[in-house]
């Protein structure tokens, strides 16, 4: 058995799991842009936001 054949013989299976119907391919492909959208919108937000410097709160004296 040469290495393409035992190749396409891994790769048959593996391509049947991934064999979908077109409204399965769509399904998946708003799923990921859904998913890329959100870490858009993450990273543009984290972007956007500026930290305020922390300042300690004053003691208090007791008199």
């Known amino acids: ?30 799923v990921l842009l859904l998913f890329c959208l959100g870490l858009a919108a993450r990273w543009f937000h984290q972007r956007a936001v500026r930290p305020v410097p922390y300042t300690p709160p004053q003691e208090m004296r007791m008199p």
């Not at 393409?4 to 769509?26: H, I, N, V, W, Y």
């Open 1 to 30: 058995m040469k290495w393409k054949d035992a190749a396409a013989a891994l790769g048959q299976p593996l391509k049947a799991c991934f064999d979908l119907t077109l409204s399965e391919r769509r399904f998946l492909l708003g």
